[in-house]
């Protein structure tokens, strides 16, 4: 039983609690070097190792997975998770639960109980690290998609012609976000004239090319008309190798070309345009 | 530069092999055509390689020979292999929803295309280009 395997290890733990919360809180505060307040980090370990206290004191054994560890393992989630989001190392996380075993090393360490204690904690550290690396993982896959968004700006370059610049990879994600942000710009501005620009696309496979492809259908059932600028040389030469055909869509190798032509084909007559703006 | 091996088991991987084989290209001292030739045919291979082969690697090393240098990129999978390569190199014969034109535009964009494949027991495409 639990009693038996602990000895009196949480009597004397609680007997000398405030002895041992300043050691424990002092060894953390070493290695925070003072990036957290000392008032956060009092009450986020003195809540902690009350929870662990009790739930020995309940009888919760050697697994940190049985139910009287619900609230510690719930402490420790919210502090994990606060460090990495906070952009602590993961060992500045780890610490905050190891440095506990030193407390109690220098305050009890002559208890019996004290080995299955320490190996309780061993478990209770794993924990904190899994939780870290969940919430890291979290906050990456976050950028990611925040850069999904940031990086597919339209831009209205004319009356009636709106631009897509692409920069970097186009893969299935973010052409299904791309088609869908033209087509949206396409309605929200009225505009009959699309160019799609890909000088920032380092290479066109006969995937991007079927994306592009797809988007241009799209837009030209909303009755758009697309021109796809930007292609150079060597992507030039790429898709002719590849036998990928464009069809009747227009491209051209300059954005500032693909403008003319977008604004050539709206009926404007481009020299008295630029007379008049005094250009 | 020694040879390199990568995994190929998520859409992320793909790009990691494209720019692996865009490095090597740029130390064996290609031009930027036949790099991009290099790095479409990469990954056209390496999507195969994760579409058709169910995932498998792509290793990337640099090759000599007297006179020249170039890079060779081989993709290995162990999935159920293609029954008919030249069914498979035919523009326009896709088995995937794609534009069919992967397998045979690889072929044309690289200098020498070698495909040994049996059905049950996995596909390895190996691709050379050379510096001109």
Redesign the interface.
Known sequence: MAAEVFGNVVERCRAEEEELLGRWKEIVAESLRGRMTGVELDKELRDLLDALLSALAAGGGTDPGAEAYGEVRALLGELSRNRAHQGFSPRETAVAVFALKRALRDRIGDEPGFTPLTDLIDELGLITFEVYTRAREEVISNQAEQLLELATPVVKLWHGVVALPLVGTLDSARAQVVMEKLLQTLVDTGSEHAIIDITGVPAVDTQVAQHLLKTVVAARLMGADCIISGIRPQIAQTIVALGIEFGDIATKSTLADALMLAISRSGVDFGAEMAKRGL | MTAQELPIAG?ADV?RV?QLV?TAAVAARLS??D???L??AA??LA?NTLTHGGGGSATVEQVSSTIKAGVRVVFHDKGPGIPDIALALT?GYTSAN??G??L??AK??VDTFDIVSSPGEGTTVTVVKWAR
């Open positions: 859409d790009v494209r865009r930027l055509v790099q991009t030739k790095v479409t990954s056209e999507r523009d794609g534009m034109l992967g045979g535009g044309r964009l």
